[in-house]
């Protein structure tokens, strides 16, 4: 039995043909190495995205539906951040469901989250540990903070 059978159990009948296409645009490695995507791309994400049910759909979605046979409605496709960290990587026992909230904190954590990647905020004050606070969880600039309540005070 080939790696790919043992992964993916779950192939309906109706989605062979897709999977068929699906499975050619992999570089496969072994079954708990990176299966690395190698077909379109989300040029503003950098994401791997395949043609699935008449639209583009993120390859890791494709992927984690043909192994399980569906996927929770809600929920997101997350790349395990032990396991693996890359995100061209497709395969499903390097990804898991999980909440919105988990995956940003994921993201959060391995520092691909759009903000984390901002080093300064849209009135260009740094991002500094001395300039910066925390707010529900949002980091917000304390110099803006200081600049809106002069303004305030100035009328």
């Known amino acids: 039995m080939s790696i790919i ?8 009948p109706e989605d062979v043909n897709s999977f068929n296409n699906f499975k050619k645009k992999i570089v496969f490695g072994g079954e708990s190495e990176c299966w690395t995507w190698n077909a379109s791309i989300n040029k503003v994400h950098q994401r791997p995205m395949f043609w699935f049910n008449s639209s ?5 979605r494709a992927s984690l539906y043909f192994k ?31 909440t919105p909230s988990a995956n940003t904190r994921d ?14 905020c849209k009135r260009n004050h740094e991002f500094s540990e001395d300039n910066i606070y925390y707010n529900q969880g949002r980091r ?8 809106k309540k002069q303004e305030k005070r100035n009328g």
């Open 68 to 98: 399980q046979g569906y996927l929770t409605k809600g929920m997101h496709v997350c790349h395990d951040p032990i396991t693996c960290d890359n995100t061209l990587c497709i395969n499903p026992l390097h990804l898991r469901e999980d």
């Open 5 to 12: 059978d043992s992964v993916y159990i779950n192939i309906k």
């Open 56 to 60: 583009w759909t993120p390859a890791a």
């Open 140 to 147: 917000h600039c304390i110099a803006c903070r200081r600049e």
């Open 107 to 120: 993201l959060l954590t391995t520092g691909k989250h759009n903000n984390k990647r901002k080093t300064h």
